[in-house]
């Protein structure tokens, strides 16, 4: 079992930066690919970020790439999400999100066995 507890989000002027934190628990963290995902009200989940167990292989959704950085620290079981040039579209709850061991990065939700409860970034105009 997995545990993911998010932080980090807040209310952001446009243009700002946020980086969000993934504290895992479980000694295989660094076993897992891990990913991000974002929920905006009255629309569906869609996929952020995700890097594969080892860190080797790293994809973005279009509407991030070359704003939002994924990473992990497996010293400290922890994934961030670097948020720079943050735009009032990108206002969501954030999720990270675990797939099982040694597992590659994946843009499919229904891939990830283990979400957190999220948190909320807002980003005003």
């Known amino acids: 079992q997995v545990q993911l507890v998010e932080n980090g989000g807040g209310l952001v002027q446009a243009g700002g930066s946020l980086r969000l934190s993934c504290a895992a628990s479980?000694?295989?963290?660094?076993?897992?690919?891990m990913g991000w995902f974002r929920q905006a009200p009255g629309k569906e989940r869609e996929f952020v970020a995700a890097l594969n167990w080892s860190g080797s292989s790293i994809i973005y959704a279009d509407s991030v790439k070359g704003r939002f950085t994924i990473s992990r620290d497996s010293a400290k079981n922890t994934l961030y999400l670097q948020m720079n040039s943050l735009k009032p579209e990108d206002t969501a709850l954030y999720y990270c999100a675990a797939r099982t061991a040694y597992s590659s990065a994946s843009r499919q939700g229904v891939d990830y066995r283990y979400w957190g409860q999220g948190t909320q970034v807002t980003v005003s105009s």
């Open positions: 479980g000694r295989t963290f660094s076993t897992y690919a």
